[in-house]
């Protein structure tokens, strides 16, 4: 049974609901944050590493141990343009040093995978943000290739617009046709997150959640 998870992100809105959770479920959790400070979970499972993901000693302490790597990483304000994709060469770099197989990543639906069910709405939405955000959008895009490229056990979540809506527990995954207003709670991706590592399903998959 899995005992010892590290989650990368875990300060951000749904890296919080997520790390609770998992203590919740009985996890013993090691957090990488920037600021420990304004990271307001306590918990005696809980152990805060401080740091960011571009150092090396910084992720092998939070991987230490670990059975699951998680990241809900996302850009903030003033994040360069690739650091998901380098953090994620990190993280990869230290998993594989520590024969640690199990990778989760929490990613956009902007990601595409010869799978998907092709929908107008949502191709146009994907145009629309990568216009917007062509930097968030590339990095999205270039972590997962380089998880895909990997022997790891991942699975890449892809998720919709992102919204703090109570959970309803029930949502659809997989392959799906996502439309201009597809959108999902952040508490039901922790939640969906969660059950992926508890019974190990979608090993070396992609994912898509939404309702
Ligand atoms: N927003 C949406 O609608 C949406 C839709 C689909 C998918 N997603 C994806 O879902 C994921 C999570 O989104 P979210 O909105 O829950 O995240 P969020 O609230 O924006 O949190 C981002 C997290 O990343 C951390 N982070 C950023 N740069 C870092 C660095 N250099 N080192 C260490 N930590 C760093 C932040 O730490 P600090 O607290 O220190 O800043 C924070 O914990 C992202 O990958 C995003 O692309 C988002």
Redesign the pocket.
């Not at 479920?25 to 401080?50: C, D, M, Q, T």
């Not at 145009?127 to 022997?151: H, M, W, Y």
């Given at each position: 049974m899995i005992k010892q998870i590290a989650i990368?992100?875990?300060?951000?809105?749904?890296?919080r609901i997520l790390t609770g959770l998992l203590l919740e479920k009985g996890y013993r959790v090691n957090a990488?944050?920037?600021?420990p400070l304004?990271f307001s979970i306590e918990h005696p499972n809980l152990f805060v590493i401080k740091g960011?993901?571009?150092q090396k000693e910084a992720i092998e302490q939070a991987i230490e141990r670990s059975e699951v790597v998680v990241s809900?990483?996302?850009?903030?304000k003033g994040?360069q343009p690739l650091?998901?994709t380098k953090?994620v060469d990190n993280i990869i770099e230290v998993m594989k040093a520590r024969n640690i197989k199990r990778f989760v990543v929490?990613?956009?639906?902007g990601v595409k995978m010869p799978e998907d069910k092709w929908s107008l709405a949502n191709s146009m939405l994907t145009f629309i943000i990568k216009s917007i955000a062509p930097a968030?959008f590339n990095d999205?895009v270039e972590q997962c290739k380089r998880i895909l490229a990997t022997d790891l056990d991942y699975t890449i979540v892809r998720?919709?617009?992102?919204t703090m809506q109570k959970p309803k527990g029930v949502y659809k995954t997989g392959y799906l046709k996502l439309g201009f207003f597809s959108h999902i709670s952040?508490y039901d991706v922790a939640g969906f997150i969660c059950n992926v590592i508890e019974n190990q399903i979608f090993i070396k998959d992609v994912p898509q959640i939404s309702y």
């Amino acid at each position: 049974m899995i005992k010892q998870i590290a989650i990368f992100g875990a300060s951000g809105r749904t890296g919080r609901i997520l790390t609770g959770l998992l203590l919740e479920k009985g996890y013993r959790v090691n957090a990488l944050v920037r600021n420990p400070l304004k990271f307001s979970i306590e918990h005696p499972n809980l152990f805060v590493i401080k740091g960011n993901v571009n150092q090396k000693e910084a992720i092998e302490q939070a991987i230490e141990r670990s059975e699951v790597v998680v990241s809900v990483l996302g850009h903030v304000k003033g994040s360069q343009p690739l650091f998901q994709t380098k953090a994620v060469d990190n993280i990869i770099e230290v998993m594989k040093a520590r024969n640690i197989k199990r990778f989760v990543v929490l990613t956009g639906s902007g990601v595409k995978m010869p799978e998907d069910k092709w929908s107008l709405a949502n191709s146009m939405l994907t145009f629309i943000i990568k216009s917007i955000a062509p930097a968030r959008f590339n990095d999205g895009v270039e972590q997962c290739k380089r998880i895909l490229a990997t022997d790891l056990d991942y699975t890449i979540v892809r998720a919709p617009l992102l919204t703090m809506q109570k959970p309803k527990g029930v949502y659809k995954t997989g392959y799906l046709k996502l439309g201009f207003f597809s959108h999902i709670s952040r508490y039901d991706v922790a939640g969906f997150i969660c059950n992926v590592i508890e019974n190990q399903i979608f090993i070396k998959d992609v994912p898509q959640i939404s309702y």
